[in-house]
């Protein structure tokens, strides 16, 4: 594992687990980071709209209601991170690790990086209580960094998925740090190397308590061994359950 985005990532997020697995992802991020974890029966973006409506926040979702696996709301450096409560303890986890990476890759590095570019004078603007002016705007856009409320919504299937290149590069990038978070690399492959290809998947799924699709494409990546530096949009697209 040394991909320089990933070991990056892996230190922002601050995260440390107890031995053992599978890990309990949703005990420990919330002890590192003010995050809410909103847990919703049959996850939808209404569910999450009225959730914003009624804390007077933001609530401009794009797209039409539809189900959900997740969904991050940040903003100010907390985030609320939303999960189906009626999906199986794999899937939440899982889904509670995408958008624990989603915090990490997508608000609080990328604010990291604002403050200490321009410093505290921007820390207002990145917590939507003023304007940015026209220098601010123009940086913060050509170095993608968010201003005020962040949405990500992580779809079921392929209505209202990635509709981007950047879109589909983001998460790519939530489910691998995802998989590095519930699944270590080097632990993983040691679990791979121990049984045969087709009973791979099944070894990552018991062993780290993944859902079935992640273990599936986690075990062909680990099992391709692409170089450090690639990340491979097929290890990632391969699968349509999710």
Known sequence: MSEQWLVEALAASRLSFPPGFPRDIAAVAPLRHPLDLVGMPGLAVEGVRQWL????????????????YGCMVARAGAAALFFDSDDSEAEQRFTLAHEVAHYVLDHLLPRARALEFFGEDIR??????????????????????????????MDRGARGGADSGSVMEAEQQADRLALELLAPEEIAREELNKVSVLEGPRRLE?????????????????RQRP??????????LGDEER
């Open 206 to 222: 018991t062993r780290f308590g993944l859902p079935k699709s992640a273990s599936r494409t986690y075990a062909r990546m680990l």
């Open 124 to 153: 207002p603007v990145l917590d939507g209580e003023r304007d940015p002016e026209l220098d601010e705007y123009m940086d913060s856009r050509f170095s993608d960094v968010p201003l005020g409320l962040q949405v990500h919504l």
């Open 53 to 68: 409506i009624q804390r007077h926040l933001p609530a401009e979702l794009r797209g039409t209601d539809r189900r959900l």
């Open 227 to 236: 170089p450090a530096h690639e990340l491979s949009l097929s290890d990632f």
